[in-house]
């Protein structure tokens, strides 16, 4: 059976970006008779918080957008409470020889790093990466000792802990994209797999818990597109069977710019004191070609005419 997942960070309340991959999501599992879970990913423990969490549930089931397994309430969704799992896996990397310590802060990483080219980002170039020769390994010790120092008096702190990814190329076909192919080294770089803090990162957590709860379709924002080649790499290394990818356009203010939880007016406890469920849903599916014209709907009235064929891939301005 196709297994889809909506795996939200409770850091705030959902705004109509959010309900948007929701909604496409749902659709894409329900049309092709599959089930869909909800995945509480609170692996950031400054901002995640339980209110947020129920406050999506509520929003969900408002919308019409019910899910087969997961939620809150369900300990075996909720990724806080799943660091003894990941805890097994980041061991396993590290017996393969794939993991190293890294005792660099994002103002390091920024103070020597040029942002890529295309958005940005910056691609960390290995600066604690162990090369096995007596020169990097003097270095790496005296970096060591000097991280120590550093954090003598700061109880529990640890280095952060990087995967090596190999100089290749990972090709994969995107649902809704088409064939994308993407440097690990280049393109991406040694990226972290738990924080100084002992949080955990994104990579490890959402590969982990898409092998192990059977999810076969992921689907999200074109922004995440480039965490698809890092997935299937661990994936691969894991032993798993990576889902099958599609990402959407982004919805965009007026300004161009992503929708986001800055955007109040569009958040839900805005939208919903002014709007019907079947308003916001029928909005949203006019604005992705699921419909020809702009009239309220259900979720549930558009499984038969959902076609990812009528998605743009175009970023869309929203103006509501």
């Known amino acids: 059976m196709l297994t889809g997942r909506f795996a939200p960070s409770p850091t705030g309340r959902m705004h109509l970006g959010n309900v948007y991959s929701a909604l496409l999501s749902w659709l894409s599992a329900k049309s092709k008779g599959g089930e869909w879970i909800l995945r509480i990913e ?6 995640s918080k339980e209110v947020f969490a129920r406050q999506i549930e509520d929003d969900l089931r ?34 393969l020889g794939m993991t190293y310590p890294c005792y660099c802060s994002r ?41 120590l120092s550093l954090r003598k008096t700061e109880m529990g702190k640890t280095p952060a802990i990087r995967i090596m990814v190999p100089d290749r190329d990972i090709t994969f076909t ?9 440097n690990l080294a280049h393109e991406c770089g040694d990226f972290i797999l738990r924080r100084s803090d002992g949080a955990w990162a994104y990579q490890l957590a959402v590969v982990v818990d898409d092998a192990l709860m059977g999810v076969t379709e992921v689907v999200r924002g074109c922004d995440l597109l480039l965490s698809s080649p890092q997935q299937i790499f661990m994936h691969e290394l894991l032993g798993f069977r990576a889902p099958q990818f599609c990402h959407l356009p982004l919805l965009c203010n007026e300004q161009h710019q992503r929708l986001c939880k800055r955007d109040k007016s569009l ?8 709007h019907t469920a079947p308003e916001i849903i029928g909005l949203l599916a006019y ?14 009235e558009l499984i ?9 891939s175009e970023n869309q301005i929203l103006r509501i």
Request: charged letters at 30%; proline letters at 7%.
């Open 42 to 47: 609170d692996i950031d423990p400054q901002r």
């Open 174 to 182: 995107d649902l809704h994209y088409g064939t994308q192919t993407v």
């Open 267 to 274: 958040d839900m406890g805005e939208l919903r004191k002014h």
């Open 62 to 95: 408002w919308l019409g957008l019910d899910w087969d397994r997961g939620g809150v309430d369900d300990p075996l969704y909720v990724q806080s409470r799943r660091g003894h799992i990941y805890e097994q896996y980041l061991g396993r990397l590290a017996e």
């Open 107 to 147: 103002a390091d990483i920024l103070a020597t790093q040029a942002p890529h080219e295309s958005d940005g980002r910056v691609v960390y170039k290995g600066t604690c990466r162990p090369d096995g020769t007596p020169e990097k390994n003097e270095w790496l010790n005296l970096r060591r000792a000097e991280w």
């Open 287 to 300: 604005k992705t070609g699921i419909t020809d014209c702009l009239q309220p709907v259900t979720p549930q």
């Open 304 to 312: 038969s005419v959902f076609d990812w064929d009528k998605v743009p």
